[in-house]
């Protein structure tokens, strides 16, 4: 099926990148809340077939599939699931808003602020734990992606980060 995508164009995006499963552990440790739970419903809810739960348990997205009609936005539970401009490939992926999360995921935001300080539009702002960038500012240069330790910031070309 061919699908036209309107100008400009939007694709879903799931902020998070599954580093912990935002559920309890088999120890019975309360872990992320916000994350991706891998419930499905945002696959269910894709008419295209653009969404399917990768290895961890975590919603992603094909964005070659993905029209960006925000059935999946709509349908997730957790609220992690966001439509994005296509053309700005530099995402957040971490829904991460406590500061608890950073002990029980590896790959959730320590709202350091290093991306905020490289950033040379100062279209990063750090708040509720977690960067968070500003579309209409941001250059799409990648030096947030570049400067953060936790590889929580991604270039979805794959170009300065490996594509997730």
Known sequence: MVVKKKFPSKVACVHCNGGCHAKKSPEGYELC??????????????????????????????ESKCIGCGACVRACPQRIVHLRLE??????LCSNKDAVCRDVCEVSCISCGLCAKVCPAEAIKVSENRAFIYSDLCL??????????????????GILTPRV
Not at 37 to 59: K, M
Not at 140 to 157: E, N
């Open 33 to 62: 809340t916000y994350g991706c739970t891998g419930c499905g419903t945002c696959v269910a809810a894709c008419r295209f077939g653009a969404i399917t739960l990768n290895t961890y348990g975590v919603a992603e997205v094909d």
């Open 87 to 92: 053309d700005n490939p530099i995402v957040v």
């Open 140 to 157: 799409s240069c990648g030096a947030c992606a570049m400067a953060c330790p936790r590889h929580v910031i991604h270039d979805k070309r």
